[in-house]
């Protein structure tokens, strides 16, 4: 068990984080405003109250290609996020942001979408502006770069 904990932790340096953005579309800094300071069960709480599902989150060890995915299930009205628990605690955060704007905004999911010609890029650039913009508070004080914040 602890050579398991031991190579999900050195594996970490294979992630890629991305710097913030430079720049934030006005609208989605506008609906990102009410979600930030929220820690997470306040998250899921207003989620649930947006998309009447049942919201619980899953920290599972993934590769570093994949930060986060969600499963619905309509018909039993739930919905699970599952973060990459070998991401630091701030990634996990982004990760956790990026999926809520999918689900208040991408209802048919990403599956759906990848089979239409949809353009998959605006799909996560939106999820990834959603995410910065409720985290760029903690990011400026340093949680996203500190190494002790993903303890």
Not at 82 to 107: K, M, T, V, Y
Request: glycine share 6%.
């Amino acid at each position: 068990m602890a050579d398991r904990e031991e190579r999900e932790i050195s594996a970490e340096e294979d992630f890629v984080f991305p710097p913030p953005p430079r720049y934030i579309e006005p609208s989605i800094l506008k609906e990102a405003a009410e979600w930030q300071g929220l820690d997470e069960f306040d998250a899921l709480a207003k989620l649930e109250e947006r998309v009447s599902l049942e919201v619980e989150t899953a920290r599972v060890p993934m590769s570093p290609d994949m930060w986060g995915f969600t499963y619905t299930n309509r018909e039993l009205r739930r919905c699970r996020i599952h973060l990459n628990s070998r991401l630091p605690r701030f990634w996990q955060g982004f990760a956790l942001f990026h999926e809520i704007h999918h689900l208040l905004h991408d209802s048919r999911g990403c599956y759906f979408w990848s089979q239409t010609n949809a353009n998959m890029n605006a799909y996560e650039y939106q999820a990834d502006q959603f995410a910065w913009a409720v985290l760029m508070r903690e990011w400026g004080e340093g949680d996203g770069e500190s190494e002790e914040f993903g303890k």
